[in-house]
């Protein structure tokens, strides 16, 4: 088995290729997710951090009331953000970081988490570690949008889905069954409060706080 440092590096070393074709090779489902990255945030504020920031297609849909820290783990997907930082109506500080090891951050520091597909490319070593990272800087009471992809329980689309799963994991390293709800459930001080589908039942948007100090 491999340990959760070496599956960041393997996902490091993914990203430096996939990075060059991230944007074209996501355009096709982009224009779905454009649609749904300003409802996602528009209730976001305060000190936020965004964990698997990739090329910052959410950086411009915050609000100018917050401060916003962005990190991935690849230094190529960071470089691409930095261009679209310049249409941010807030304050972005981007940081190369693996969200499974922030120890460079205090505990209780952010208002919100939010991640939007990160944790189906983190495979099962890395969950716990993010999560319990995400547990530890948000502030008691602070809050988390996790929007991420699962197996369908229909049976047409599972199928479709099982076509494109190879395919999926190794150009972006995803999987549809991450079970990130499940660890989210396991990690004492956290707390879900919503969990709804924006399209089908495969896109899920987690949504909860944290609840001890």
């Keep these: ?6 599956e960041s590096v393997r996902l490091k070393k993914k990203y430096r290729w996939t990075s060059l074709v991230y944007d074209i090779l996501d355009y096709p489902w982009e224009r779905l997710y454009r649609k749904w ?34 990190i991935d783990l690849s ?19 981007l940081i190369c970081a693996d969200a499974t090891v922030l120890h460079h951050i205090p505990e209780n520091s952010f208002d919100w988490y939010v991640s939007t597909f990160l944790y189906c490319v983190l ?14 800087i948000l502030k008691p009471g602070g809050k988390f949008k996790l929007l ?20 999926v994991e190794k150009v972006y390293g995803a999987r549809f069954d991450r079970g990130t709800l499940e660890v989210i459930e396991g990690i004492e001080g956290l707390e879900i409060t919503s969990t709804r ?12 706080r944290k609840t001890d100090a």
Excluded: W
Aim: aromatic share 6%; net charge positive.
């Design 37 to 70: 990255r300003p409802k996602i945030l528009e209730n976001v504020r305060g000190d936020v951090i965004e964990a698997g920031v990739g090329t910052g297609r959410n950086l411009s849909h915050y609000s100018s009331d917050v401060n916003l820290t962005a």
């Design 148 to 167: 991420e992809m699962i197996y369908s329980a229909d049976k047409k689309i599972r199928e479709r889905q099982m076509r494109f799963a190879k395919f």
């Design 75 to 93: 230094p190529s997907m960071l470089d691409r953000a930095s261009r679209r930082k310049k249409k941010a109506k807030c304050d972005v500080t």
């Design 123 to 136: 495979p099962a070593p890395l969950q716990t570690p993010a999560i319990s990272e995400m547990r530890r």
């Design 1 to 6: 088995m491999e340990t959760s440092g070496n």
């Design 197 to 208: 589908f924006l399209k089908d039942d495969v896109y899920l948007l987690i949504e909860g």
